[in-house]
Structure formats: structure tokens, C-alpha cells
């Protein structure tokens, strides 16, 4: 799968909009973006995904840069509860069946 | 919504005991997963079955077994518990679609191996 990078924290206040990046310049054409989540302690919970177009879904929306060399998943407002690891992924139809999390990006949600 | 369970969230075994982790998801997929975590090393892939009966080992199949009697539910065998793999077993499953579908996780079984 192509490599993605993440910044390994960032940390936000409740109720205010979070924007998480995710880079990956040698995305192919066929290349979709995942992104998934884990909470402490739970396993990894599917968030969105997406091909070209912005996506947007009862959890977060996803912004594609035109290029597609990189994204962003956008919490609307965080809740306590979003906080989480979260990790940005390529798939595309010549990925292995097993989905492989970098470090992604541990997300700290304040009161 | 998806729903994937799996039959206990912590365990505690002894070395060389049998174990059994099952899994059950509602949703008719065809493709299930068992997957570990383990600090510093992400998830790794240990067996799937993408039906009834058939499986694939994954990249970790070493002292593990499987089994796929129905559709619905996916069991690992540890044959004789090792303190090696004391460790976070994570289920999923995914429709047919191919290697872009969404993989539904359960909520894991932390399992220690005494």
C-alpha cells in the first residue's frame, strides 16, 4: 500500500471544529482513502472514505486536495469522546486483504 | 448498524492450555478477519476466510487455527497457549467488494497468557 504520514498528536477543545492531515504525494489513480479510528481500549472503528470528491457522512466529512497528494478529515465538532487514534489509509484493489495502520494520529480533546 | 462481537474482552490462560476467541457479525459479509495488536507493531494479520469453510493465512498464521462453520461466525484456535501471544485479538468483517471495502472491527479480546 502507499505510504501515508500523519502528525503523531494534536490536541483540540471540545466542541470545536478538528481538521486531521494526512499526506500521501505518491498516491496512485486507483488509490482510495480510508480513514479509521481507534478508542482507547476498543478496536479500530471505520470513519469515511473516499476517491476524488469531498465525502461527507454522519461522523466527519473528508476534504481531497485536487492533486490527491493529500487530505484532511474534518471533525465538525469534537466531543470527548471523538478522542482517539486515528489513521489515514490507502486502499486500492491490489492491496493486501490485511489493512495496515501506520502510527497515525493521536487526538487529545480537552473540556 | 454493523455489529461484530466477539465472545469475551479479557482472558486470562495459562501456557499450554486450548483457547478459543469467537466471532460473530449480523451482517451477511462474506469476508472475516482475525487480526492482533501488539504495541510498536500495529495490526498483523493472522488468518481470514472469505467463506463458508475456506481460509487464507495471513501474515502470523504460526500457532494459530481457524475455523468457519457458518457464515456468520469465525473462530481462532490458539492449539497450546505461549506467554507469546499474550496480546489485543481484534475481529472483522467485510463484504465481498474487494480490498477497498470497509473492514467492521469487534471490540477486541485482550487476552494474557500466564
Known amino acids: 500500500d502507499a505510504k501515508t504520514t500523519q502528525p503523531n498528536s494534536m490536541e483540540s477543545n471540545e466542541e470545536e471544529p478538528v481538521h486531521l492531515p494526512c499526506n500521501h504525494s505518491t498516491i496512485s489513480g486507483t488509490d482510495y482513502i480510508h480513514w479509521y479510528r481507534q478508542l482507547p481500549s476498543q478496536g479500530p472503528e471505520y470513519v469515511i472514505h473516499g476517491l476524488t470528491s469531498n465525502v461527507n457522512n454522519r461522523m466527519a466529512s473528508l476534504a481531497i486536495a485536487e492533486d490527491r497528494k493529500s487530505s484532511t478529515l474534518i471533525l465538525h465538532r469534537a466531543t470527548l469522546r471523538d478522542a482517539a487514534v486515528y489513521y489515514c489509509i490507502l486502499r486500492d484493489f491490489n492491496s493486501g486483504y490485511a489493512l495496515n495502520f501506520g502510527k497515525g494520529t493521536s487526538l487529545l480533546v480537552t473540556p | 448498524d454493523v455489529k461484530v462481537t466477539q465472545s469475551s474482552r479479557y482472558l486470562v490462560k495459562r501456557t499450554g492450555e486450548k483457547v478459543f476467541l469467537e466471532c460473530v457479525q449480523d451482517m451477511d459479509h462474506e469476508n472475516m478477519f482475525w487480526y492482533r495488536q501488539d504495541p510498536g507493531l500495529g495490526l498483523r494479520l493472522i488468518y481470514f476466510s472469505y467463506d463458508v469453510k475456506m481460509k487464507e493465512k495471513g501474515d502470523i498464521p504460526e500457532g494459530y487455527s481457524v475455523s468457519r462453520e457458518k457464515k456468520e461466525r469465525f473462530s481462532l484456535i490458539l492449539e497450546s497457549a505461549s506467554t507469546n501471544q499474550t496480546s489485543m485479538y481484534l475481529c472483522?468483517?467485510?463484504?465481498?467488494?474487494?480490498?477497498?471495502?470497509?473492514?467492521?472491527f469487534g471490540p477486541g479480546t485482550r487476552l494474557l497468557v500466564l
Open positions: 472483522a468483517s467485510s463484504t465481498f467488494g474487494g480490498r477497498t471495502e470497509t473492514q467492521y
